[in-house]
């Protein structure tokens, strides 16, 4: 039932950052976002998937008028894990769907990837809660991607809709 | 301060599975999600990082006993989407953080993180919103990383520790 969603929201101004190929061991994650924090920047997404070959990639995303700082924060976490890549995009958007039913209901994530699909918009990065899930897609697309997503869960004719967390 | 994390929460029974290398093309996510709901399995954690090359890796979680009929779903969606590698792994749970406070503050995941590197607990995968942060880790490491992320924001001391989400 569209129950399970009450709302959907789009984040536009955020930029993501992909540490490529970090070392896959304890503490690693503590040394970069410890330095992010140290300089106050308020990470939103953070997506990690499994590790191959003892490496893995740890993206997230942050304002995007604090890229400049987070950049440095990971150079001077690199100097204590080893080296490795980063990449970053300020050209995305984070475009999610909430509701306290989805934990229990099957078909709440599909039915989101298929408004999307149909509306030809790529995902580029996914993450989820028991009651949020969040994509992230070129920001050009944002606002179609949020269009999409309304229109999939009927959100407009849902007088409860709240604006989300 | 303590406050912006309510409670930590453990979920034994999960199995993870990896799609590697799937088509990074808009419907990919549908075509793998759909069938699983078809077959009413109710996913937990979906991580999908940025891709490569036009290939992306998407895994999630799901209840152990369900892993068998959801690789059938998997194998069905190949079928559709174009042929892609699937790893899984049972031996894995995950151990979050909750808390309304913590899209505000940095320096939460850090804490976390740090909780799970001093007690040599490695991340194999994270996911977030703006009030959940969930790790999976090995399943024989479970208790010992829900222990230390306890520890780590006090909440055994705290009387307003809630069973979380
Ligand atoms: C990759 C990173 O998450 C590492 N596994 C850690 O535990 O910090
Ligand atoms: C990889 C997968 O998420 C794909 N980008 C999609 O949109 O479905």
């Not at 304890?26 to 070959?53: K, L, W």
């Not at 890229?67 to 924060?73: D, I, M, N, Q, S």
């Not at 697309?141 to 959100?155: C, G, T």
């Amino acid at each position: 039932s569209d129950r399970a969603v009450s709302g959907a929201a789009l984040t536009r101004d955020e930029a993501k950052i992909t540490a490529v190929g970090v070392p896959d061991v304890p503490g690693t994650s503590y040394e970069i976002f410890s330095r992010i924090a140290d300089r106050n920047v308020t990470v939103d997404m953070i997506v990690q998937n499994i590790g191959d070959g003892g490496r893995a990639d740890i993206s997230f995303t942050v304002p995007r008028d604090e890229l400049a700082v987070t950049l440095e924060a990971i150079d001077e976490a690199r100097t204590v894990t080893g080296d490795f890549d980063v990449t970053h995009d300020d050209q995305v958007a984070k475009v999610s769907v909430v509701g306290m039913g989805m934990a229990t209901q099957a078909g709440v994530a599909d039915r989101m990837f298929l408004a999307l699909s149909e509306a030809e918009i790529n995902i580029k990065m996914i993450t989820t809660s028991e009651i949020k899930i969040s994509t992230l897609v070129e920001r050009d697309q944002a606002l179609a991607a949020l269009r999409a997503v309304h229109n999939a869960f009927a959100l407009d004719q849902n007088p409860e809709s709240i604006p989300p967390l």
